[in-house]
């Protein structure tokens, strides 16, 4: 007989002392080491794990504020930071609700008649990123706006058996990281064109694209916040035969802009992100996917549809799964099983909460803050805007600082500066990305840029 | 349940209702022709709904509780791990410096949410008896695929073209997928009798050509792998390496670790394991473990210690390259640092409780259903409903739906493929005794309805707030989205 | 039990001469293992089909399946009826439901199809 192992109670672990024994003497066994009989001996941990000792919860909470307080998170510092994540105001009833326990501690929904929920909100979210983009079709989430831009180019390998896709350096450097990563292997070639003042211009597009272009891909409002000419470019893609991703890493931009469905987009990839989710120091995130009809069945990630059950009454399903991998396994369309479904939730509350017209509204207050700062800041001798491409709520800066040293110095102001591009961009050593959301206000602006004002005079 | 139709939020609308309250833009009055440019303006709004705030909190908490959930009540879906989600890890994450950090911050700023991740990598370390830790993939199979491109960029750096990856049988459809797109060639191996991977066939399948061998240990059957040592020697002795598929870790916490079965890189399933959410489908996080030799070739970034503080590195030459933007789901990362803080060594026990559970019921169940691999199994088990339908017409699907009758989620119903009828059993650690006896009650139940009364079960559910779905109907004419009445009046 | 007025494939097609050409859908078989056929995915007139490579795909809710080429050649028909109403394939997968007419490019291929006894002792082998 084995010395009975010690088995402390635990505030997770309903089976006790006890009860472990009488389960056991249930089945037929002495030990739990009976249970574990297949596993090799020389495979064993024969020591117990070297993990730091378990932590009462009071002491655990105490030990994680220490470790977040550490951070310059934006309830500390007026943030004006953007690039890929936007600090926007989540109305409250956002996460009371996304936050309910019946939604977050669910599986994906396979068993629809106890699932109808959860099916029910994916299905409204896709109609209402559908109508935000102006798609006609969008999934239930991919993991984040980069992965869904990779994901979108090899769709449109699939959709148009051609295996290149032109995409504009004015595309977020990271979502141009992670299309590299995600078409490597599967013989689909990149070919970058540099931006021009700020955009991917109509020209240098023309230029790039051939009759084994897959798709063009840009951003917009793009990595520099200016807004591409979409119906110009959308042309240009389809008289090569070609498609038109486009990634939209800051959808509130659509409650101003006109939709990428509107100009002729085949597929939508972008960032979720903004509606309604915090920054969580950049995940959990959500990649949107929206497209046209005709192409769905080409479409990775999960689809929820309307149908009816025997009664005839409406109800929800996944459906279209034999895209997928647990059906078509080496054949899907992607190997993505796992999305981000309650960020998707959240971003549907949001897109509710704020609806026709607070969509437009906290688009428009987000265009009008963020002018007012570009001026503010241009009035400023030294600095001056680095495109005349009109913006949406992020533009560049050149600064006649090292925009790092400035950064440093406004966190000592209270401020968490924008950008610095030196790092993306080499030729734009001297640029500052500047972010104004909704969430700043006037006086956050002022105060901004009378300290930038002051620093500038100062170097 | 609320059995009446909720109807879409979309049908709530009445125009000029809102939810939020914005304030004034504040600033100088400009034209927005002027802001964005003319061309840019959008012409119609978006057509979102117009509801208030009480409306909207009504109509999402009425969804909610349309939902089956861990909180509500078992969920025994095998393979998915779905514990018990503790409160204090949401607390964690929603602490403003984790959720309220932005991830383009300066280092200096993030220096408390890159210690977390690096304690996190090292605790990972110990757990799996690996190396390095990447935090960038989102979830399992984007684990999977981060692996494989590691794979592929090691056997490249040592001037090999290898083109195959061996999958056996009973592997998760992420595994072939994830394969493909690596680019590589799937070749599936059987299982053999007592439910291992065939080492005969892997023995012929294993070549100069393979990469890598995917392995789940212990593997969908519930099953450990009792030659995995021998399987190990198999693939590193053609110069391939060996994945694991974590999905199954939850079974082994401090009693095996992959590291020393011979495994080279395995994902880490955050959202089963160290029981973060799965909110309904997702936010999961896949972070992968890696031995030394895998390590230059790790995605960026890589979260490094760097004197007294950390930093984030982009630059590795031998990188793979990102799978995400920024640097991870780190919501959920909090959370599966929060849990394991919660237990420290003492996370041998969870498995042990996991495997006790597992075997408990299975115990309960065995004289009821087929059991087509009778072992001694870990943290999960597979049933076959086979006797069920071939006697009495009643398929395993409509078991699966019965049990929603009796107030529970079902198991994983017709996976892994090599079993007929397959009904795979998941319980957890976290449920009690008395929870397994009543489950276990109420699947004997219904076999005993398969053989008294099986209509009832070939239509059920029953008591839902709907009935069988017309699941051919959604495919043949999709219907994916509400579409706003034309101005007729008529749905468009 | 199954028509013998033309051959099959392993892969559950049937191919039937007519006029040189040949006429392609799949048995009934098939059709009761997919169960409801929900989509099809058919060829363009023109398109070049090789022997026992696919040249379609055929889907219910929760199985998706190649389709075989029996023969080697030019498709010069497509019923397109199927692509609106996937059910005549599980209604009259003989009649209603063929898929392709393929102009043959080589006789050899056809020699290699079963006969209609030879493939009923294929599918009773497969435990239908």
Redo the contacts between chains.
């Keep these: 007989m084995t010395a009975p192992v010690s088995w402390q109670p635990h505030k997770y672990l309903p089976m006790t002392a006890e009860e472990r024994d009488e389960m056991l003497r249930a089945i037929g066994c002495s030990t739990v080491e009976d249970l574990l009989a297949d596993i090799p001996v020389q495979v064993r941990l024969r020591r117990a794990l070297n993990l730091p000792p378990d932590l009462a919860e009071a002491d655990l909470l105490a030990h994680l504020r220490q470790m977040a307080d550490r951070n310059g998170h934006a309830d500390r510092l007026i943030c004006f930071l953007g690039g890929g994540a936007y600090d926007h105001w989540i109305p409250s009833a956002v996460w009371h609700l996304a936050g309910r326990a019946e939604f977050y501690t669910a599986y994906t929904p396979y068993q629809a008649e106890v699932m109808q929920g959860e099916l029910q909100a994916a299905y409204e979210y896709q109609s209402m990123l559908c109508e935000l983009t102006a798609m006609e079709v969008a999934n239930a989430s991919m993991y984040d706006g980069a992965s869904a831009v990779g994901e979108a180019a090899v769709m449109a390998r699939d959709l148009t058996k051609r295996n290149a896709v032109v995409v504009s350096t004015a595309v977020h450097p990271q979502y141009r990281e992670v299309l590299r990563t995600y078409t490597r292997h599967l013989g689909i070639r990149i070919v970058e064109v540099p931006y021009q003042a700020g955009l991917a211009t109509p020209e240098r597009v023309a230029a790039a694209v051939g009759e084994q272009t897959a798709a063009v891909i840009v951003q917009s409002p793009n990595v520099f916040g200016c807004i591409e000419q979409g119906r110009a470019l959308a042309q240009i893609a389809h008289e090569a035969g070609a498609l038109l991703i486009v990634a939209v890493a800051e959808p509130i931009s659509l409650g101003l802009l006109e939709p990428p469905g509107a100009y002729g987009a085949d597929i939508v990839a972008g960032e979720g992100q903004p509606l309604g989710n915090h920054l969580n120091f950049g995940g959990p995130y959500l990649g949107m996917l929206a497209t046209r009809e005709a192409f769905v069945r080409r479409m990775p990630g999960r689809l929820v549809g309307a149908t009816t059950d025997r009664e005839g009454r409406r109800g929800f399903v996944l459906t279209l799964q034999t895209r997928e991998q647990h059906i078509r396994r080496e054949k899907a369309t992607s190997n993505i099983c796992t999305n981000e479904a309650l960020n998707a939730l959240a971003a549907g509350i949001y897109m509710a909460a704020l609806g026709r017209t607070g969509m437009r509204r906290v688009a428009e207050v987000n265009a009008r803050r963020a002018h007012y700062a570009k001026q503010r800041l241009c009035a400023i001798p030294g600095i001056r805007p680095a495109f005349d491409a009109p913006t949406f709520n992020e533009f560049v800066l050149h600064l006649p600082v090292a925009p790092g040293d400035l950064n440093a110095r406004l966190v000592e102001y209270g401020f968490l500066g924008g950008l610095a591009l030196g790092r993306w961009y080499p030729d734009l050593a001297d640029g500052w990305l500047v972010c104004v959301t909704e969430a700043r206000t006037r006086a956050q602006i002022d105060a901004l840029a009378d300290v930038v004002a002051q620093v500038v005079r100062a170097s | 349940m609320r059995m009446d139709n909720v109807p879409l939020i979309f049908e709530y609308s009445v125009p000029g209702r809102v939810a939020v309250a914005l304030s004034d833009p504040g600033v100088p009055e400009v034209p927005l022709e002027a802001i964005v440019g003319a061309e840019h303006l959008r012409r119609e709004p978006a057509a979102l709904p117009e509801v208030s705030e009480p409306d909207l909190v009504r109509h999402y908490t009425r969804l909610s509780q349309r939902n089956y959930a861990v909180d509500v009540g078992f969920y025994p879906l095998g393979s998915c791990t779905m514990k018990y989600n503790p409160k204090v890890n949401e607390d964690a994450a929603r602490l403003p410096g984790f959720a309220r950090l932005h991830p383009n911050a300066p280092r200096e700023l993030a220096q408390g949410a890159l210690q977390l991740l690096w304690e996190l990598d090292r605790m990972f370390c110990e757990i799996s008896g690996m190396d390095r830790v990447t935090f960038q993939p989102a979830a399992g199979a984007h684990g999977e695929l981060t692996a494989l491109m590691m794979i592929r960029a090691y056997h490249e750096d040592r001037g090999e073209q290898r083109t195959r990856v061996i999958v056996p049988d009973s592997a998760h459809g992420t595994n072939p997928a994830s394969a493909a797109m690596c680019g590589y060639t799937v070749v599936t191996v059987p299982s053999d009798a007592r439910g291992n991977i065939d080492r005969a066939a892997l023995r012929r399948a294993a070549d100069g050509s393979v990469a890598a061998l995917m392995l789940t240990n212990p593997n969908t059957l519930g099953l450990f792998e009792e030659h995995v040592v021998e399987v190990a020697e198999i693939i590193h002795g053609c110069g391939a390496l060996m994945y694991l598929d974590g999905a199954n870790f939850n079974a082994v916490l401090g009693i095996t670790r992959p590291g020393d079965q011979g495994f080279d890189v395995m994902h880490l399933n955050v959202h089963k394991t160290f029981s973060t959410p799965h909110g309904g489908g997702g936010p999961g996080a896949g972070p992968v473990a890696l031995k030394q030799m895998l390590e230059p070739y790790l995605p960026t970034p890589t979260v490094e210690r760097d004197g007294d503080g950390f930093r984030l590195d982009d630059e590795r030459p031998k990188t793979i390259g990102r799978v995400r933007a920024f640097v991870g789901n780190f919501g959920v990362l909090v959370r599966a640092y929060a849990y394991l803080r919660t237990f420290g060594p003492l996370l041998r026990q969870t498995s042990e409780a996991a495997v006790l559970n597992a075997n408990y019921l299975l115990q309960r169940l065995r004289p009821y259903f087929d059991l087509p691999y009778d072992r001694t199994c870990m943290h999960e088990f597979v049933l076959s409903g086979r006797r069920q339908k071939t006697q009495y017409g009643v398929r395993t699907l409509d078991i699966a739906k019965r049990l929603l009758d009796y107030g529970y989620h079902a198991p994983t119903i017709y996976f892994p493929l090599i079993v007929d009828e397959a009904i795979m059993i998941e319980p957890t650690e976290t449920e009690s005794r008395q929870t397994l006896d009543a489950f276990a009650d109420a699947l004997i139940r219904i076999a005993e309805e398969c053989e008294t009364d099986p209509e009832t079960v070939r239509t059920a559910p029953h008591r839902t707030v709907v009935t069988r779905l017309d699941e051919v109907a959604a495919a043949r004419n999709p219907n994916l989205r509400w579409r706003p009445p034309t101005k007729a009046g008529v749905t468009r | 039990m199954y028509p013998d007025d033309r051959r099959y494939t392993r892969e559950h097609e049937w191919a039937k001469r007519e006029n040189g050409r040949v006429r392609v859908g799949i048995t009934a078989f098939a059709a009761d293992r997919l169960s409801?056929v929900?989509?099809i995915?058919l060829p363009q007139v023109g398109a070049e089909v090789r022997a026992m490579e696919p040249f379609g795909v055929v889907?219910?809710?929760?199985?998706?399946s190649d389709l075989y080429a029996p023969v080697s050649g030019r498709v010069v028909e497509v019923n397109r009826a199927l692509v609106d109403t996937?059910?005549l394939i599980n209604q009259d997968p003989y009649g209603a439901a063929w898929m392709i007419v393929v102009e043959p490019s080589d006789s050899s291929a056809w020699e290699q199809l079963l006969t209609a006894e030879a493939y009923a002792r294929l599918v009773g082998a497969e435990g239908a």
Excluded at chain 3, 59 to 64: C, D, G, R
């Design positions: 409801d929900v989509f995915e889907e219910s809710v929760k199985a998706a996937p059910e």
